[in-house]
């Protein structure tokens, strides 16, 4: 009888293994996560269309803090590339939700919608990251942007 409990102690540490392996190696991490480049941004009623130098704003994302932290070299206010800029440089809380296949993006205290979304998210075949602030999970709005960002 004792070799049955045996048994079946290591089996269940065997499967309890086996398991955790699998989801380390499913890659858990969002591939938004990570240090990103906005390139430009563009739309809203004055058909803005404004390019950024790599590096001179980039967004961070993490996951595990669920914290963007944006980082800004731009100082004059009066160059485009500061007035349309999205998002001051600092740390805020974000989430990720899926709905019907897509992605939305929530940015506490930034949100475009009432129900604080900030807009749709992809990640393009050429791996840049897109943020449509047109699209929410609830309908889309007019004057909002579309952010450009690469690695």
Do not use: H, K
């Not at 739309?43 to 950024?52: E, K, L, M, Q």
């Not at 130098?53 to 996951?63: E, H, I, L, R």
């Not at 979304?117 to 449509?132: H, K, M, T, V």
């Amino acid at each position: 009888m004792s070799s049955v409990i045996q048994y079946l102690c290591v089996f269940s540490l065997l499967l309890l293994t086996t398991c955790i392996d699998d989801d380390i190696s499913l890659g858990l991490s969002d591939p938004i996560d990570g240090r990103w480049n906005i390139s430009n941004v563009s739309g809203g009623f004055a058909g803005v269309d404004v390019a950024y130098d790599a590096g001179s704003v980039t967004w961070n994302f993490d996951s595990t803090t669920f914290t963007l932290t944006v980082t800004s070299t731009l100082t004059d206010p009066d160059v485009p590339q500061s007035m349309f800029l999205p998002l001051q440089s600092g740390s805020y809380v974000y989430s990720i939700f899926e709905l019907d296949e897509a992605r939305y993006l929530s940015i506490e205290g930034q949100g475009i919608y009432d129900n604080g979304e900030y807009g749709r998210i992809d990640i393009n075949s050429a791996g840049d990251l897109i943020i449509d602030q047109s699209e929410s999970s609830s309908g889309g709005a007019d004057d909002v942007y579309i952010l450009s960002f690469t690695r």
